[in-house]
């Protein structure tokens, strides 16, 4: 199972992120590929502790759903809602300028990567997360926008 926490996973992300381009086009979804670049940041800026989302969690999140989408190896489904806090053109952050805020992603990832070794919140569906639940999580949802760009 890929995550975050293996080199080798984490480079390949970085490799895709590297590849895409403002012109991208979504096969999916209301994103532009610049906004998703600043979603991503602000995702694992919530895992961080420096971002809050609503929580929607419950019992059924926090368990069977939770494992479902960590450990079963299926993509994860097109158009689920994200929280308000992290949605584009609501409560996440507006794009500014494309370089810079793959940069910003970039260097957040880093810190994810590093950091996530000790969490600081709660994951908004799934609740309390381990390391290895962050940093599969981390790769899983970077996976997810990448393929929805074609990447």
């Known amino acids: 199972m890929k995550t975050l926490g293996n080199e080798t996973d984490r480079r390949e992300i970085v490799e895709r992120l590297a590849s895409l381009t403002f012109d ?3 096969r ?34 926090r368990t069977i759903v939770k494992g479902f989408a960590l ?10 809602p994200t929280r308000p806090e992290m949605e584009q053109g609501h409560g996440g952050t507006p794009p500014v300028e494309f370089e810079s805020d793959r940069n910003a992603l970039r260097t957040v990832l880093d810190r994810f990567c590093t ?18 639940e962050w940093w599969r999580w981390g790769y899983l949802h970077a996976d997810h926008h990448l393929r929805q760009f074609g990447r």
């Open 24 to 26: 991208d086009r979504a």
């Open 28 to 61: 999916w979804g209301k994103m532009s590929a610049h906004q998703m670049l600043c979603h991503l940041r602000d995702s694992y800026c919530l895992a961080l502790g420096e971002k809050t989302a609503s929580s929607a969690t419950g019992l059924l999140q």
């Open 71 to 80: 450990w079963v190896p299926l993509h994860w489904p097109k158009g689920v």
């Open 115 to 132: 950091e996530a070794r000790e969490p600081r919140a709660e994951h908004p569906f799934f609740g309390p997360m381990t390391p290895g």
